[in-house]
């Protein structure tokens, strides 16, 4: 069952080149994320009792992460049909990226090897790349190389993060095994130096990829120069993939008693990032680039979360869960006020309410869910970590958390609301002809079904997604906390 999450994407990637229109093209992308989304939805039914091979299986961390994208990128291939025009780029080229990035993204995902985890991380890497380039500009051509150039600095010291735990393995087995699971139940005679120094790599390394603060230079220039639908996947999908690559290493840190050395750095680079959101919020004045770095803000709150132990990760768990829904949003909405406004600068969109009440009101729900208002989930998973922090006196912790969080709530929404309310400038375009109506369905049912789902998921939280956050939850803590139940057969971090 999971190698069908990483083989019918590159079915129809491959679909996408060998097919003669660009309407069989776009189905094509279509298609291939409904079929995805299915065997997805297909696998939460089966559960977790399917064969485990030495570098594949469903387990609840990974199972939670490629759902998550699993949704956004079928949400993004309808938005796609409704925002693509002419291209610059080869429409081959693009939607067969877009669905090898999420074979990529579902490999990194359902890895149980270190090595194959890091090669699908730099394949996701690579076929997010051309995404970026397309409109085939000088300034896309520079956000491209840097986030390739950012990406390659960081992958390669995740690299070296891999090669220290090796190490650490090496000393005390004659055969080497690099399956993390493997790692978690011998993870008492790991070498700690090499641990501790393989995950400060690894941190760092996997860090620059998800966006954490100082790495994170690459994702306002790419998130504003890449097309929105492409942003929303790399905020909300291409972190995941990175975050989950921590998370592994984190595992093996916890089952090695190392959990108070690891959780202090997650905290630091947490509180790192929340901080570099706050300074270049206050003041920007390009929407897209602010949206960028709520980005690195609601990474820093995720790896704080896990960093704060137990309460801690089942809020980071709820937090990566909305993260992928109102980012969404967010950027879905972006690409439509770029088809109303012509332009991504603050100042010159205003009055969404009133020229277009249906994108104004969604984009006003965003803007709400992503500045964690209730009955948002972010507001419940922030809250969490504020008990969490409090729970293990972390006061110093709590106090930055805080303040950090409200200067970024008073520049983004200092920044945003003139965008909704007010008069709309003169001589604005409206949108007219039927395809063109059509085209705004196809954008804005993407953008309202993900709100709807950011809305209900906060309000009330159904009894499966409760207990796969928990399990997910549950697989980050020491085996001592840990609960076997939330652990598949044959993939048990329990000794």
Same mark, same amino acid.
């Given at each position: 069952m999971?190698?069908l999450?990483?083989?019918?994407?590159?079915?129809?990637?491959?679909?996408?080149?060998?097919l003669?229109g660009?309407?069989?093209?776009?189905?094509?992308?279509?298609?291939?994320?409904?079929?995805?989304?299915?065997?997805?939805?297909?696998?939460?039914?089966?559960?977790?009792g399917?064969?485990?091979?030495l570098?594949?299986?469903?387990?609840?961390?990974?199972?939670?992460?490629?759902?998550?994208?699993s949704?956004?990128?079928?949400a993004?291939?309808?938005?796609?049909?409704?925002?693509?025009?002419?291209?610059l780029?080869?429409?081959?080229?693009?939607?067969?990226?877009?669905?090898?990035?999420?074979?990529?993204?579902s490999?990194?995902c359902?890895?149980?090897?270190?090595?194959?985890?890091?090669?699908?991380?730099?394949t996701?890497?690579?076929?997010?790349?051309?995404?970026i380039?397309?409109r085939?500009?000088?300034?896309?051509?520079?956000a491209?190389w840097?986030?390739?150039l950012?990406?390659?600095?960081?992958?390669?010291?995740?690299?070296?993060?891999v090669?220290?735990?090796?190490?650490?393995?090496?000393?005390?087995?004659?055969?080497?095994?690099?399956?993390?699971?493997?790692?978690?139940?011998?993870?008492?005679?790991l070498?700690?130096?090499?641990?501790?120094?393989?995950?400060?790599?690894?941190?760092?390394?996997?860090?620059?990829?998800?966006?954490?603060?100082?790495?994170?230079?690459?994702?306002?220039d790419?998130?504003?120069?890449a097309?929105?639908?492409?942003?929303?996947?790399?905020?909300?999908g291409?972190?995941?993939?990175?975050?989950?690559?921590?998370?592994?290493?984190?595992?093996?840190?916890?089952?090695?008693?190392?959990?108070?050395?690891?959780?202090?750095?997650?905290?630091?680079?947490?509180?790192?990032?929340i901080?570099?959101?706050?300074?270049?919020?206050?003041?920007?004045?390009d929407?897209?680039?602010?949206?960028?770095?709520?980005?690195?803000?609601?990474?820093?709150?995720?790896?704080?979360?896990?960093?704060?132990?137990?309460?801690?990760?089942?809020?980071?768990?709820?937090?990566?869960?909305?993260?992928?829904?109102?980012?969404g949003?967010?950027?879905?909405?972006?690409?439509?006020?770029?088809r109303?406004?012509?332009?991504?600068?603050?100042?010159?969109?205003?009055g969404?309410?009133?020229?277009?009440?249906?994108?104004?009101?969604?984009? @006003? $729900?965003?803007?709400?869910? #992503?500045?964690?208002?209730?009955p948002? =989930?972010?507001?419940?998973?922030? &809250?969490g970590? !504020? /008990?969490?922090?409090?729970q293990?006196?972390?006061?110093?912790? @709590? $106090?930055?958390?805080?303040? #950090?969080?409200?200067?970024?709530f008073? =520049?983004?929404m200092?920044?945003? &609301?003139?965008? !909704? /309310?007010?008069p709309?400038?003169?001589?604005?375009d409206?949108v007219? $002809?039927?395809e063109?109506?059509?085209?705004?369905?196809?954008?804005?049912t993407?953008?309202?079904?993900? &709100?709807?789902?950011? /809305?209900?998921?906060?309000?009330?939280?159904?009894?499966f997604?409760?207990?796969?956050?928990?399990?997910?939850?549950?697989?980050?803590?020491?085996p001592?906390?840990?609960?076997?139940?939330?652990?598949?057969?044959?993939m048990?971090?329990?000794?």
């Amino acid at each position: 069952m999971h190698v069908l999450l990483i083989v019918v994407p590159v079915i129809f990637a491959a679909a996408c080149i060998a097919l003669p229109g660009p309407r069989l093209r776009l189905a094509s992308l279509v298609l291939g994320c409904a079929a995805h989304l299915g065997v997805t939805i297909w696998s939460w039914s089966a559960g977790f009792g399917g064969k485990v091979d030495l570098f594949f299986g469903i387990e609840p961390l990974g199972h939670l992460f490629v759902s998550l994208m699993s949704v956004l990128f079928a949400a993004t291939s309808v938005y796609f049909v409704g925002y693509h025009r002419k291209a610059l780029l080869s429409q081959r080229i693009f939607l067969a990226c877009m669905l090898a990035l999420l074979a990529s993204l579902s490999a990194v995902c359902l890895s149980r090897h270190l090595g194959v985890l890091w090669v699908a991380m730099e394949t996701a890497s690579l076929t997010a790349t051309p995404l970026i380039y397309f409109r085939l500009s000088a300034r896309s051509l520079e956000a491209t190389w840097k986030f390739l150039l950012m990406n390659s600095v960081g992958i390669a010291l995740a690299l070296l993060g891999v090669f220290c735990i090796a190490v650490a393995a090496s000393e005390t087995e004659p055969v080497l095994s690099l399956v993390w699971s493997d790692l978690i139940l011998r993870a008492g005679e790991l070498n700690v130096v090499w641990l501790r120094a393989g995950f400060l790599l690894a941190l760092v390394g996997f860090g620059a990829k998800m966006g954490l603060s100082p790495l994170h230079s690459w994702k306002p220039d790419a998130y504003g120069e890449a097309p929105p639908p492409v942003a929303a996947l790399l905020s909300g999908g291409m972190t995941l993939g990175a975050f989950i690559g921590i998370l592994r290493i984190l595992q093996i840190c916890s089952a090695a008693g190392l959990a108070d050395f690891a959780g202090g750095w997650l905290v630091v680079f947490g509180l790192l990032s929340i901080a570099t959101a706050a300074v270049f919020v206050v003041g920007n004045n390009d929407y897209r680039r602010i949206f960028a770095y709520t980005s690195v803000e609601h990474m820093g709150v995720m790896v704080i979360g896990v960093g704060l132990g137990h309460g801690g990760s089942y809020a980071s768990m709820l937090h990566a869960l909305h993260n992928t829904l109102n980012k969404g949003v967010l950027f879905f909405m972006a690409g439509f006020f770029w088809r109303l406004y012509k332009s991504n600068r603050v100042s010159d969109v205003r009055g969404a309410l009133h020229h277009h009440p249906v994108a104004g009101v969604l984009f @006003l $729900g965003g803007l709400c869910a #992503t500045c964690g208002l209730p009955p948002f =989930g972010m507001f419940f998973s922030e &809250l969490g970590i !504020v /008990f969490a922090a409090a729970q293990r006196a972390q006061w110093w912790v @709590l $106090g930055l958390f805080l303040l #950090t969080l409200c200067i970024v709530f008073v =520049g983004v929404m200092t920044a945003m &609301l003139p965008m !909704v /309310f007010g008069p709309p400038p003169e001589k604005l375009d409206s949108v007219r $002809g039927d395809e063109e109506r059509w085209r705004s369905i196809a954008m804005l049912t993407p953008a309202a079904l993900l &709100l709807l789902a950011a /809305f209900v998921f906060g309000a009330y939280q159904p009894a499966f997604l409760r207990d796969a956050l928990c399990a997910a939850a549950a697989t980050l803590q020491p085996p001592a906390t840990a609960s076997l139940a939330a652990v598949p057969r044959g993939m048990e971090v329990l000794p």
